[in-house]
């Protein structure tokens, strides 16, 4: 199969899933869970569009990672409402996010930036940072979101401090991850 055709096929599944919990969180009247499958979904095709329009191309495993990601935060925790019925769900997703976000971002770098150094123990250390930061980024957001409106994403100290400890996990493995298998 080619590159196209797995990202065609990627990407028609991920549209299937994407429009059936769309239908469903709008049958539940969830329209801020709505505003953000939309949000996630226009973000991946602008990431399409724009990989072909720059001619960088990610490993169609490291763009399935990140679709599973997605997959697993939209499907699985919030419409299934797994994140509720399981607290190690969301220490999981969050450990599996952060090791596919870091090599999928870190993937787009090294494809559009000139290279100074190779060496393995930077590039690792570097998708490593990559995913930590991401962590950090996204717990903010989640605080700003529980001040300035009525979501509830953060539970307190330990669900936080959990979070962050899962986002080093999955992104030191995707460090070692980058430099035994990937880059």
């Known amino acids: 199969m080619t590159y196209n055709e797995l990202i065609i096929l990627m990407t028609i599944i991920f549209s299937i899933i ?9 049958l ?13 979904y226009i973000f991946y095709i602008i990431f399409l569009v ?4 720059f001619k960088f191309y990610v490993n169609p ?5 990140v679709i599973i990601s997605f997959i697993g935060h939209s499907l699985i925790g919030e419409y299934l409402n797994v994140y509720t019925s399981s607290k190690y769900f969301d220490r999981f997703l969050h450990a599996f996010g952060s090791l596919a ?7 787009i770098l090294d494809k559009l930036t000139i ?10 250390t570097f998708v490593a940072t990559i995913g930590i930061s991401l962590g950090c980024i996204f717990e903010v957001f989640e605080f700003i979101l529980d001040t300035t409106s009525n979501s509830k ?7 936080t401090n959990f979070d962050m400890i899962s986002d ?5 493995i995707a460090g070692l991850i980058s430099n035994l298998i990937l880059f």
Request: positive net charge; aromatic residues 18%.
């Open 18 to 26: 994407t429009l059936f919990i769309c239908t469903g969180v709008l």
């Open 101 to 107: 976000l870091s090599l999928f971002f870190y993937s």
């Open 153 to 159: 994403n953060q539970h307190g100290l330990k669900d």
């Open 61 to 65: 495993l490291i763009i399935f990672l």
């Open 28 to 40: 539940k009247r969830k329209y801020a869970f709505f505003i953000e499958e939309m949000i996630i």
């Open 50 to 53: 724009m990989q072909y329009k």
């Open 168 to 172: 080093i996990i999955g992104a030191t």
């Open 115 to 124: 290279h100074s150094m190779n060496s393995q123990f930077y590039v690792s």
